[in-house]
């Protein structure tokens, strides 16, 4: 039984995953410079015409797309084509600002479906499978997109979406669903109520689980493997490109494969736009080569990466992206070093006892920035050491500070105390208020 969703195009060799590449590109560009004011505007301005652009290589001559750049063609207005052509819309969740919208044709949700198909034979779901889909249903595209691929792989879909995590659990346990797909903070929030029920993982069959949609470390893998007694994969997207499905791991775990006949990757530096070479860590930006109704160019996600041409033991030739290591607007500036919540985690989540569930304050007093964290232990920790708490607390200060070169007040906090999420988590709170929003 083949691994792959679609052999051809999945191990194509580099040559002939270029001039397919090549081509779509050049199709795309006249598309938009034809029906995007916004595009026609912006090639013109930068004296850029659509036959500038014959080959990959040429993208670096067109302008990057930002998040606000679509706020500001607010909601329709970046859409290449008709909206009678337009049979669905969903948006961004908008924590920071306006939401923006996405469109997609027929054919754009056909692609999509294809993707996430792809994606899930990766993580080598077959229509035996039953899948558990608790991302939510509606404008995220999470639920419907997982719940389309699941659907083409011809496995059993439950569409239970976010929320009322006791039923969850008892579907789990009288369904017997194989695959869960939710975001890796609610993994850790089904398992956790799993255990206070009384349910362990002998009473549920699960064996797969497709996480994705915030950023998570190896470790918070690796303990949700444990606690759910399931394989963990990686599956990342983003609303502007389409949804889950640009990218996934697979049984090798080297990185996630991206869908890059439909999607070319950059890498690029977060500061000066410059493009990086092979290898380098920064930020990712896409541009989509067969999208109808948003075909988005050089478009910047915000999320940091690196990329990795080499062949994979899986035999898929498709490029790898690292496990996204956060975003460069997540990234906290604490009395001048740069640090990421997942540096953070990492450090907590070897520890023993740690549960996965911490939060990050930070505030400014006296001109100072203090970062406070508050981690969350099992209740095994509270019983037996009480008296360790200020030894515990000074160790995970020593490793954070080593670590990421800045101390913080560390505060063990009870069993269940820090905040639960449905959907994406909220680990950071800076109270500085340096930055307005958009
Ligand atoms: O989160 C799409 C999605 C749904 C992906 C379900 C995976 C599973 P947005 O709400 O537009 O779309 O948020 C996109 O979420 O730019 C990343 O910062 C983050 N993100 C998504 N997947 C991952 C992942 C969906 N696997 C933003 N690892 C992206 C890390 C992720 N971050």
Not at 132 to 138: F, K, N, T
Not at 195 to 203: A, C, E, I, Y
Not at 302 to 315: F, Q
């Amino acid at each position: 039984m083949s691994v792959y969703w679609d052999e051809e195009l999945e191990t194509m060799s580099r040559h002939d995953l270029r001039h397919l590449q090549n081509s779509r590109l050049r199709d795309v560009i006249s598309r938009v410079y034809g029906n995007v004011g916004y595009y026609t505007d912006k090639m013109k301005e930068t004296g850029v015409t659509p036959d500038d652009i014959r080959t990959v290589e040429d993208l670096k001559k067109l302008p990057f797309t930002l998040k606000s750049d679509l706020r500001a063609n607010y909601p329709f207005n970046t859409f290449a084509v008709p909206m009678d052509k337009v049979v669905r819309v969903h948006a961004s969740s908008g924590t920071t600002g306006k939401q923006t919208v996405v469109g997609y044709t027929e054919n754009d949700i056909e692609i999509w479906t294809e993707c996430v198909a792809r994606c899930l034979k990766n993580a080598g779901v077959t229509s035996s499978d039953m899948i558990h889909v608790a991302y939510g249903y509606g404008l995220f595209t999470g639920g419907l997109g997982l719940h389309y691929g699941a659907e083409r792989v011809g496995a059993t879909t439950i569409p239970i979406s976010g929320g009322n995590t006791r039923r969850q659990i008892e579907i789990l346990v009288d369904f017997k669903p194989t695959v869960l797909a939710c975001t890796p903070s609610y993994a850790l929030h089904l398992a956790d109520e799993m255990s206070l029920m009384g349910v362990t993982k002998d009473q549920i069959d699960l064996r797969v689980g497709i996480f994705g949609a915030e950023p998570w470390t190896e470790e918070m893998r690796l303990q949700i493997e444990e606690k759910l007694g399931i394989r963990a994969y990686d599956i990342y997207g983003l609303s502007e490109t389409m949804g889950p499905g640009v990218s996934m791991n697979c049984e090798c775990n080297c990185g996630l494969h991206i869908q890059e006949d439909h999607f070319l990757p950059e890498i690029i530096d977060p500061e000066t736009g410059e493009v990086l070479p092979e290898g380098s860590i920064g930020e990712l930006v896409f541009t989509c080569i067969t999208k109808e109704a948003l075909p988005l160019i050089r478009y910047r996600t915000r999320d940091l990466t690196r990329l990795h041409y080499g062949k994979c033991a899986c035999g898929r030739t498709l490029v790898r992206m690292d496990k996204v290591m956060g975003r460069s607007d997540d990234m906290l500036i604490i009395r001048g070093v740069n640090v990421f919540p997942s540096q953070i985690e990492s450090v907590l989540l070897a520890f023993d006892n740690v549960e996965p569930h911490y939060m990050i304050y930070i505030d400014r007093v006296d001109n100072l920035d203090v970062m406070e964290i508050d981690v969350e232990m099992t209740g095994r920790f509270f019983s037996d050491s009480v008296k360790d708490i200020e030894k515990y607390e000074n160790q995970l200060r020593h490793e954070i500070q080593s670590a990421i070169g800045v101390s913080a007040r560390i505060r063990l906090v009870e069993p269940r105390s820090i905040p639960r999420s449905e959907g994406k988590a909220k680990r950071v709170i800076d109270r500085r208020k340096l930055f307005t929003p958009l």
